[in-house]
Nanobody
């Protein structure tokens, strides 16, 4: 069993930055992903990092602006978000995966409760 708790969301102006954190407990040797769900839309993939932290990938919409990282000793995963845009407004979720290079929500097993990010124009 894995429990995930996201934090770090908030209200920020366009062009600003936020750092999201995901604290994991239980068995944590998983690949980790970040997803987001904009208002009225389906949940979408943002970024993922493999279990060792040596490989990452991003959706094109955030590439060059967001950076995913992890600290396995602390059981933490982070998402540094820079140059935020109003279209980044969403609830952000972290999740676990046993397979690498997967982007569908049904390919992720455990989910946190989400943290709200709102970017004002």
């Amino acid at each position: 069993q894995v429990q995930l708790v996201e934090s770090g969301g908030g209200l920020v102006q366009a062009g600003g930055s936020l750092r999201l954190s995901c604290a994991a407990s239980g068995r944590t040797i998983y690949h980790m992903g970040w997803f987001r769900q904009p208002p009225g839309k389906e949940r979408e993939f943002v970024s993922a990092i493999n279990s060792s932290g040596g490989s990452t990938y991003y959706d094109d919409s955030v590439k060059g602006r967001f950076t995913i990282s992890r600290d396995n000793a602390k059981k933490m995963v982070y998402l540094q978000m820079n140059s935020l845009k109003p279209e980044d407004t969403a609830v952000y979720y972290c999740a676990t995966a046993t397979r690498w290079l997967v982007i569908r929500t049904d390919q992720y097993s455990y989910w946190g409760q989400g943290t709200q990010v709102t970017v004002s124009s």
